[in-house]
């Protein structure tokens, strides 16, 4: 068991541009990557890749700090459990959040960049292997391996479909749950490796190319191009609609207003904004260059 020391500063700054407030900036140890909600908490994945730490949404606070597989990024949760690649050692960990241990190590592809739940299943993104690996969450046994090619990155299940992203081509894949079926979309933009769906549209962050791209869930079709900042990765959309975007390489966020397909702000933050999600209202981003979860009020 690891354990981190964990702050939490309460500030009444308002993000330059965006107009928005930072609630908090919780330490959560060093390069956290992967963030999901889950269990009346927030979790993200810490450490170096060797941590998944808890956060209580109530405090702002770090209330626990699980040991797992060193390289570790992405976390979800589904059913009871939380689920968390394995990058450096080829394993979906198990966890269980209530005692804090590892109950199973699954072994999938190699170099699994992401997790994700839909359709009653896990499902593992094999970044070296150019494969996808359905996990029985039951069983905890891979019972279907589905190859895309490329180097499967970040994904999404959204809209009836497992969203595939990929960082060194210009599709990303989109996988029927039903036949395994995969079918790929081009952005003609590098790197489309980030989802970020909201009711009606899918965004999708191309990675080298500086922009997001929309599509059209229903045709498949790309409707809008929209550029953002310096290595744009996984957002996630507000109560109001408005999409938030990290961009990596620019320590900045862009907040796309879906109406008019235009970046309506840009604000400074923290170093290395990585990935987003949303929990009780609020949007909770980390930041991989200084080991914090920021916590912002898009209200």
Known sequence: MVRLLASAVVLAATLAGAGRTVVAKIAVGPGPCGVTAGFGSVWTVAGGGTALVRIDPASNRVRRTITIDYGACGVVALGHFLWVDGYSSNVVEQVDPRSGKVVRRIPVGGSPWDVAAGAGSVWASNNVDGTISRIDPAS????????????????????????VGTNNEQWFARIDPATGKVTRIS????????????????????????????????????????????????GAAAADGRV???????????????????VAATTRVGRGPLIMTTFRGDLWVTMSGTGQLWRISPR
């Open 140 to 163: 905890g046994k891979v019972v279907e391996t589905i190859r895309t090619g490329g180097d499967p990155a970040n994904m999404k299940y959204a809209f009836g479909s497992l969203w």
């Open 187 to 234: 952005t003609h933009m590098l790197g489309p490796a980030s989802f970020t769906p909201t009711g009606t549209a899918m965004f999708v962050s191309n990675r080298y190319a500086g922009t997001v791209s929309r599509v059209n869930p229903a045709t498949n079709a790309v409707v809008a191009t929209i550029r953002v900042g310096v290595r744009p990765v996984v």
């Open 244 to 262: 938030w975007i990290p961009n990596s390489g620019g320590d900045t966020l862009s907040v796309i207003d879906p109406a008019t397909n235009r």
